[in-house]
């Protein structure tokens, strides 16, 4: 309740504060209060969708310059990534994985390179039988995870689950060993730390990140 408050008290004096309205959506979520993790993420989103409106108007009118214009709609695409982000892990919680994968295909649009939404749609896109889209997705979840030095152990397993899944045993069984070896050396400059939570969902071995901070 007192993390709760804090952030009501935020948004008493700026109500359209994205990072208070994304720390509740994330609470809400974590606690089952979907209804209001759903409502505070369209919040996130409604209020970057008009303000956009209302810059694609200043700039049309010559009121701000070209650059100015670039960097609102740079901090707008942010505010819509977060809102996605939120509203994609309601849905995944509350195991609508239809509205889960369209939000989090929205937030890719905004963050192409987000390790944990690439690796969220390798799951959505498993989970409906899309082996070869789910692979595209877990290798660049992969490569991210490799490229900023996290340690990459569950994610080689998630695409050898993949490619296991698509008969193609060998290649699945070197995936899993790089997946163990990743695992046990944890050889790595970071983790993903706090900011991830991993949950398994329904006993499956596939792991999805609930996220509350782009990486």
């Known amino acids: ?25 994330s609470l809400y979520t974590q606690q089952d209060r979907i209804p209001e993790a759903k409502n ?6 409604n209020n970057a969708q008009t303000k956009r409106e209302s810059l694609d108007g200043a700039f049309n009118s010559g009121t701000i310059s070209k650059d100015a214009y670039e960097y609102k709609k740079t901090e ?4 819509e990534y977060f809102g996605n982000i939120g509203l994609g892990n309601a849905n995944l919680k509350e195991k609508d994985y ?13 963050q192409p390179n987000s390790l944990p939404i690439l690796n969220n749609l ?19 979840a992969l490569q991210r995870a490799l490229m900023l030095g996290i340690n990459p152990g569950s994610y080689y397993k998630n695409k050898a689950i993949i490619l296991q899944q698509q008969g193609k045993e060998s290649e699945a069984q070197e995936q899993y060993e790089y997946g163990d070896y990743w695992e046990k050396t944890g050889k790595v400059s970071k983790t993903l730390g706090k900011d991830i939570e991993h949950i398994v969902w329904e006993g499956e071995k596939m792991f999805v990140d609930l996220v509350t901070t782009p990486v």
């Open 1 to 25: 309740k007192t993390y709760e408050t804090q952030q009501r008290k935020i948004l008493y004096t700026d109500v359209s504060n994205t990072q208070a309205l994304h720390n509740l959506t």
């Open 40 to 45: 505070t993420a369209l919040n996130i989103i």
């Open 76 to 79: 707008l695409d942010k505010q």
């Open 98 to 110: 239809v509205e889960a994968k369209k939000s989090y295909s929205e937030a890719l649009r905004n």
């Open 122 to 140: 390798a799951f959505l896109e498993n989970k409906e039988g899309n082996n070869e889209q789910a692979l595209v997705y877990a290798d660049k």
